[in-house]
């Protein structure tokens, strides 16, 4: 298997926690902004932490949180462009972002079902 440092989707969802965190960092809304950069960097965590497992089942599960951590980091995108905390045109780049890692993170997962099988 490869390391996780290896995988495009980690490089890319650890590439957009940095971003997040580095345009965010003025927010006075502390608790928003500790949630949102703390959904994203779950994805890149979940995802190194599944690659560090010892079995195929556990990496699945891992990677699930990972998509399930982007799912949240969704919704609070569009949340924080509606309150405006992010210019809608940046937040709406950041959400396609996320459903493409999203979507990488399920063929991913299929792939490492399917090897077990």
């Given at each position: ?31 928003f902004r500790d949630q949102i950069t703390r959904s994203g960097l779950s994805v890149p ?73």
């Amino acid at each position: 298997m490869a390391r996780f440092e290896d995988l495009a989707v980690w490089k890319r969802s650890a590439r957009l926690s940095a971003d997040l965190y580095k345009s965010l960092r003025d927010l006075k809304d502390f608790g928003f902004r500790d949630q949102i950069t703390r959904s994203g960097l779950s994805v890149p965590s979940n995802i190194a932490e599944g690659y560090e497992r010892g079995s195929a089942k556990e990496t699945a599960n891992f990677l699930n949180y990972a998509k399930g951590s982007a799912g949240e980091l969704r919704t609070q995108l569009y949340i924080a462009i509606d309150i405006g905390y992010i210019e809608r045109e940046v937040g709406m780049a950041w959400i396609k972002e996320v459903e493409e890692i999203s979507r990488m993170l399920h063929g991913l997962m299929q792939t490492i079902r399917a090897q077990k099988n």
